[in-house]
């Protein structure tokens, strides 16, 4: 029963470097997405993605990129880390249309850029 | 745009006692969901209700309840018979029905004291 899973939980960036965030859901959903969540910010979207093979942005899209690489797996990537993104960043995914409009998250990834 | 707007930062009530977190939305939609999500300190983003803007009557779930004016366009959150386990934070967010996308609210940490 493992929902929308994260990884990695934890990681610690110099300014410049890459990284990729790993989500994987197992819900069969179509819909998902990337989120970060400051303080006194709340969660503002990354991008997210209605369905395998599209992707539109958010809220807060600068600085990343992401790739659907299947119906199960969608991807962030900082190309260059700087200090403006440490944050914590949740996916979550949810069925497109389904009548409840509920979105599933993951437990989170805290990455700290120094 | 749609925007959701949590006024209160903080809150606290004591355990057993009734607390109401208030929510405010713009939208010029007319069919959406609206929701109160719970954000423990173990960071997992919990659903505590859902209201889907075309029923009248108010969601309850437990010892949670919501006031949902559309007119206004407020969606308070009431917990009753408060527990120690409510100490978290709390966010509102907002769906269209047109869109994939949820937008949170900042959020509104509430404090169980014993």
């Known amino acids: 029963n493992a929902g929308v899973t994260q990884t990695p939980k934890f990681q610690v960036l110099k300014t410049g470097q890459s990284m990729t965030l790993q989500c994987a859901q197992d819900?069969?959903?179509?819909?998902m997405y990337w989120y970060r969540q400051d303080p006194g910010m709340g969660l503002r979207l990354i991008y997210y993605?209605?369905?395998?093979?599209?992707?539109d942005k958010g809220e807060v899209p600068n600085g990343y990129n992401v790739s659907r690489l299947n119906k199960r797996e969608f991807s962030l990537r900082l190309e260059s880390a700087a200090p403006s993104q440490t944050s914590v960043y949740f996916c979550?995914?949810?069925?497109?249309?389904?009548?409840?409009?509920?979105?599933?998250f993951g437990e989170g990834s805290r990455l700290t850029v120094l | 745009a749609q925007t959701v707007t949590q006024s209160q930062p903080e809150m606290s009530v004591q355990e057993a006692e009734t607390v109401t977190l208030s929510c405010t939305y713009d939208?010029?939609?007319?069919?959406?969901?609206l929701f109160w999500y719970k954000q423990p300190p173990s960071r997992q983003m919990i659903l505590v209700i859902r209201?889907?803007?075309?029923?009248?009557q108010n969601a309850t779930e437990n010892r949670f309840s919501v006031n949902f004016q559309k007119a206004a366009k407020s969606f308070s959150l009431k917990i009753s018979d408060s527990q120690l386990g409510d100490t978290a934070m709390y966010f509102c967010a907002f769906r269209s029905y047109n869109t994939d996308k949820l937008i949170f609210g900042t959020g509104t940490r509430l404090q169980v004291f014993p």
């Open positions: 993605s209605a369905s395998e093979g599209t992707t």
């Open positions: 939208t010029s939609e007319n069919n959406y969901y």
């Open positions: 209201q889907e803007a075309y029923k009248q």
């Open positions: 819900m069969n959903h179509n819909s």
């Open positions: 979550a995914s949810s069925e497109a249309g389904e009548n409840t409009g509920e979105l599933f």
